[in-house]
């Protein structure tokens, strides 16, 4: 069974194409996560969300954007793609509540923007 | 702001050499610490972690130790295996619970 699921596995696109990645958890947790990997496998959170609500955001661009139906799922929504947004994309979940609590990972999304 | 400084690599080691990959965090309050390893083509498992000072994190093999006077929590593995060739993360969460935020990361090749 896996905990955290992602797809499509790879995504290859073109430049100002609209897209999508879709993330699931069947852990039950309450927070979930959107990371971006870049080429020299640099790590950074994008969103997070808990209880369908978006907690942080750094400093992403708009022509990104969360969508949460549900607890269970946090889909990235991306608009206009351009060539600097080719990365792996991870998602991840966790336990909302005090530091401490693991995330846990989803197998990854690699985006390449032809 | 909160940061975590990893060693730089890669770590190229033969099979049952000692394995040490220094990271230093830089924290307000009292962070949780954490290990991730990263397999090629995969995503990222957690290895180990730990919630306050002086707790030791251990699994398969690997231990790393939080500790609050050198803000370190460096991962030590005593007989490195050609299947650990990966590469690792070292990680903290603030007290708040939200991002994980995350070292470079060091790439570990063990060699047989």
């Known amino acids: 069974d896996t905990a955290v699921s992602q797809t499509p596995k790879y995504l290859v696109t073109q430049m100002g194409n609209d897209k999508s990645i879709k993330c699931e958890q069947n852990?039950?947790?309450?927070?979930m996560y959107w990371y971006k990997q870049d080429s020299k496998k640099f790590l950074k959170i994008m969103f997070s969300y808990n209880n369908k609500e978006l907690i942080i955001n750094e400093t992403v661009p708009n022509r990104f954007s969360p969508k949460s139906p549900d607890k269970a799922h946090l889909n990235l929504h991306i608009n206009s793609l351009e060539l600097g947004d080719s990365a792996v994309y991870f998602c991840a979940s966790s336990q909302e509540g005090a530091g401490g609590r693991s995330q846990y990972f989803g197998p990854g999304t690699r985006l390449t923007v032809l | 702001g909160n940061s975590v400084t990893q060693m730089e690599g890669p770590v190229t080691l033969s099979e049952e050499a000692f394995l040490t990959i220094n990271c230093t965090y830089t924290a307000t309050g009292y962070p949780s610490l954490f290990w991730y390893v990263q397999y090629p083509g995969e995503g990222l498992q957690l290895l180990l972690k730990?919630?306050?000072?002086?707790d030791k994190g251990s699994n398969k093999g690997f231990e790393a130790t939080y500790r609050k006077e050198t803000t370190s929590f460096h991962l030590e593995k005593g007989s490195v295996q050609v299947s650990d060739s990966a590469v690792y993360f070292c990680?903290?969460?603030?007290?708040?619970?939200?991002?994980?935020?995350f070292g470079k990361g060091t790439t570990l090749s063990v060699s047989s």
């Open positions: 990680a903290l969460s603030d007290q708040a619970g939200t991002a994980l935020i």
């Open positions: 852990l039950g947790h309450d927070t």
């Open positions: 730990a919630t306050k000072a002086d």
